[in-house]
T-cell receptor
Framework: AQSVTQLGSHVSVSEGALVLLRCNYSSSVPPYLFWYVQYPNQGLQLLLKYTSAATLVKGINGFEAEFKKSETSFHLTKPSAHMSDAAEYFCAVSERAGSARQLTFGSGTQLTVLP | EAGVAQSPRYKIIEKRQSVAFWCNPISGHATLYWYQQILGQGPKLLIQFQNNGVVDDSQLPKDRFSAERLKGVDSTLKIQPAKLEDSAVYLC?????????????FGPGTRLTVL
């Protein structure tokens, strides 16, 4: 069974500093991987996804993530944090096999950006 | 393009009462999902529809939860009777197909409080 672990339920960074949100997955085969962002009282919005093309994936709002099979990781980064990046971030995995293509989410990381 | 619509946005009920949530997916999206997001956790899939058929409802507590998607468009999720532990945000999502890595678009959610 697939699972996702997000290290650190809360991360604080200063405005302009590097953002690093960690995600490790457990899957029998390399899965599809996603990062979603959730702003207060809103639904989830897709930031980026890995579907076996380039291992470095660029997303919206300056975010990117690198798929590392040897480390079973898919960490999210942004070189310079902005106040508007404050939100909750979810990593998710979808198996390649099977008919349902379901998403399994991590427990989320709340990002705070300090002025 | 209109997004996924959900109503109501907020609902407060007492335990043992019943409640229903409505979802209108993005036009043309064949696949519809209902998720339960408990505070501090990632979304958990309750049920997945492909058109008006159920693909997976293995995590739906069928003794109290039911869902339908008549005519393969709108969907309703019902809880009867509600328990305290049902307090959560209920998210509806839709995707064009169940294809590999296919993006799911989320609605704003319905926040349910059971007293």
């Amino acid at each position: 069974a697939q699972s996702v672990t997000q290290l650190g339920s809360h991360v604080s960074v200063s405005e302009g500093a590097l953002v690093l949100l960690r995600c490790n997955y457990s899957s029998s085969v390399p899965p599809y991987l996603f990062w979603y962002v959730q702003y207060p009282n809103q639904g989830l919005q897709l930031l980026l996804k890995y579907t076996s093309a380039a291992t470095l994936v660029k997303g919206i709002n300056g975010f990117e993530a690198e798929f590392k099979k040897s480390e079973t990781s898919f960490h999210l980064t942004k070189p310079s944090a902005h106040m508007s990046d404050a939100a909750e971030y979810f990593c998710a995995v979808s198996e390649r096999a099977g008919s349902a293509r379901q998403l399994t989410f991590g427990s989320g990381t709340q990002l705070t950006v300090l002025p | 393009e209109a997004g996924v619509a959900q109503s109501p946005r907020y609902k407060i009920i007492e335990k043992r009462q019943s409640v229903a949530f409505w979802c209108n997916p993005i036009s043309g999206h064949a696949t519809l999902y209902w998720y339960q997001q408990i505070l501090g956790q990632g979304p958990k899939l309750l049920i997945q529809f492909q058109n008006n058929g159920v693909v997976d409802d293995s995590q739906l507590p069928k003794d109290r939860f039911s869902a339908e998607r008549l005519k393969g468009v709108d969907s309703t999720l019902k809880i009867q009777p509600a328990k305290l532990e049902d307090s959560a945000v209920y998210l509806c999502a839709s995707s064009y197909t169940t294809g590999y890595g296919n993006e799911q678009f989320f609605g704003p959610g319905t926040r349910l409080t059971v007293l």
